[in-house]
């Protein structure tokens, strides 16, 4: 079931658990820095919520195993940053992004959204509703990230990641993380009724 964009964030953040005390040795953490790549939007398109799963004006949802994407974007002592601005973008199911330099843009589908942005509630809490993003040539499967927190200040461009991908060992952008670091770019997965969830926290200073 799609559910009405109105309803989309807040039914998403509801069934978040409760935020719980980070441990003390997670204090002073930062999500390792990533690159913006090459296909980040062009121009931003018209249907740009938190809601990738449905296009303004196209009758089909898009393609693709479906995917809750949630977390908390935090300051570098574990609270969360209300009012942060959250940017996602990513390939389709086929590996495609949406952007004129991407050559197979003819094969795209037309109804995946391609780009959200969504802003964190007072917890700083944010979601959105994607897909498991599909194999781009050269890379592991991977979702671009932008946390900038509100009122300005240094923003984070990152790449979130998924376990267990055979890709993971041989993608170069990973592999330059430090090993110690790389767990802090790794989506906690879980499967739910029709898709799966995934749980990325964000660290932007």
């Known amino acids: 079931m799609i559910l009405s964009r109105p309803a989309l964030l807040r039914r998403s953040l509801l069934v978040m658990p409760a935020?719980?005390?980070?441990?003390?040795?997670?204090?002073?953490?930062?999500?390792?820095?990533q690159a913006e790549g090459p296909y980040y939007p062009a121009a931003i398109p018209a249907d740009a919520d938190a809601d990738l799963l449905r296009v303004a004006g196209q009758?089909?949802?898009a393609?693709?195993?479906p995917l809750l994407l949630t977390?908390?974007?935090r300051s570098a002592d574990g609270?969360?940053?209300a009012g942060a601005v959250i940017e996602i973008w990513q390939a389709d199911a086929q590996g495609i992004y949406l952007h004129p330099r991407d050559p197979r843009q003819a094969q795209r589908d037309s109804g995946f959204q391609g780009y959200g942005r969504a802003v964190a509630d007072g917890a700083?809490?944010?979601?959105?509703?994607?897909?498991?993003?599909?194999?781009?040539?050269?890379?592991?499967?991977?979702?671009?990230?932008?946390?900038q927190p509100a009122g300005g200040?240094?923003?984070?461009?990152?790449?979130?990641?998924?376990?267990?991908?055979?890709r993971n060992e041989t993608d170069g952008l990973l592999r330059r993380v430090a090993p110690e670091s790389r767990a802090l770019l790794m989506a906690r997965v879980t499967p739910v009724d029709g898709g799966q969830?995934?749980?990325?926290d964000v660290f932007v200073a």
């Open 19 to 33: 935020l719980a005390a980070l441990p003390a040795q997670a204090q002073g953490l930062r999500t390792p820095r």
């Open 59 to 61: 009758a089909a949802p």
């Open 63 to 65: 393609r693709g195993i």
């Open 71 to 73: 977390g908390v974007v």
């Open 79 to 81: 609270s969360g940053l």
């Open 124 to 147: 700083g809490r944010y979601a959105f509703r994607t897909i498991r993003p599909g194999l781009y040539p050269g890379r592991t499967p991977h979702i671009h990230l932008r946390a």
């Open 153 to 166: 200040g240094a923003g984070l461009t990152t790449q979130v990641y998924f376990p267990g991908e055979p």
């Open 197 to 200: 969830r995934a749980e990325f």
